[in-house]
């Protein structure tokens, strides 16, 4: 059987997706078998000549990981849409934008002057700032633009599927790894390497539809691990977020952050566990939450933004904030 053609990008990330693919352990062998690397910068030395030089669609598979945040990041995604055959979003940052999206609430001014003028750490009297392009005696240096504003992938190219995480778990990989392999692909558009259903049924902790009084950062408190961490003042995004990592965090007695992104049907994750939130806002012997009262609980959730949308803000209805 003739092998598959694989290729892997990582474009705005911090690489653990490319980690992760290695959580498949000795089954790389199986892979191997199965299918060669035609071009994935972290593991082998091909160059961006060798895939403009290939014939479209020529690639079975790639594995495209990463949000879209700049020239470069456009560039490559276009051109391995063209020369792939199924372009996977591998991922929280290709699938909804991830941390790097968090982004969205400034803009490229506003991250240059953040990131090299104002840091505390950062020694720049001339407050010079990157250039596209710079002119040397010996030739021109070039630079990708940084764009205004991160995308996901799909907002940049036509996605056949979605995996979701931060980073996928292992075995999810090896089961994507796997479907793709045998041929044995849900219809085109799905997310594939997890559930349906909201990480709330995979998780083991017991609910008892308790109102919550206060709110609480994960330093703050102890929580009983075998209780709804939800219900115990931490902000557990399970309701609104896909099973499918086994409920790793909430199992170390940690809130579930939301990486798997929403479950099946949801269209904005913030929106839906801010929603979930306000449900079991409550205090004792109150039949109803005076305006003060929810100012006063929702004043504890110190990172709103980070809190429900860490994940999804590129992807999310809202996208990006307003830059007067
Ligand atoms: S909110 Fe979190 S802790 Fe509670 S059941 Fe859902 S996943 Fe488990
Ligand atoms: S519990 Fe939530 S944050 Fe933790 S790995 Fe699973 S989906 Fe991601």
Known sequence: MEKLKIAGYWASSCGGCEIATLEIGDKILKLAEAADIVFWPALVDF?????????????????????????????IA?????????MVAYGSCSYEGCIPGLANL?????????????????????????QTSYQMPEGKLTLPELYDTVKTLAQTVEVDYFVPGCPPVGKQ???????????????????????????????????ENKKVKAFYRPHEIIPDPEKCLLEQGLLCAGIATREG???????????????YGPPEGVVDQGARFLSAV???????????LSEEDVENLMSQIKDPVGTFYRYSLADSILRRARIK
């Open 278 to 288: 306000a449900s079991i806002l409550g205090v004792e012997d109150e039949k109803e």
């Open 173 to 207: 990989t090896w089961a994507v790894l796997e479907a793709i392999v045998q041929g044995n692909l849900p219809p085109r558009g799905s997310v594939i390497g997890a559930g349906t259903r909201a990480l709330c049924e995979e998780c083991p902790k017991t609910r």
């Open 78 to 86: 276009k051109l391995l849409r063209a020369k792939s055959k199924i």
């Open 47 to 75: 160059k961006y000549h060798d895939v403009e030089q290939m014939v479209d669609n020529s690639i079975d598979v790639c594995l495209f990981n990463g949000a879209i945040q700049n020239s470069e990041h456009e560039h």
């Open 245 to 259: 990592c086994g409920a790793l965090c909430p199992r170390a007695n940690m809130p579930c952050t939301g990486c």
């Open 106 to 130: 400034t803009n490229r001014e506003g991250i240059f002057h953040r990131a090299y003028i104002e840091t505390p750490s950062t020694d720049n009297p001339n407050q010079t700032l990157p």
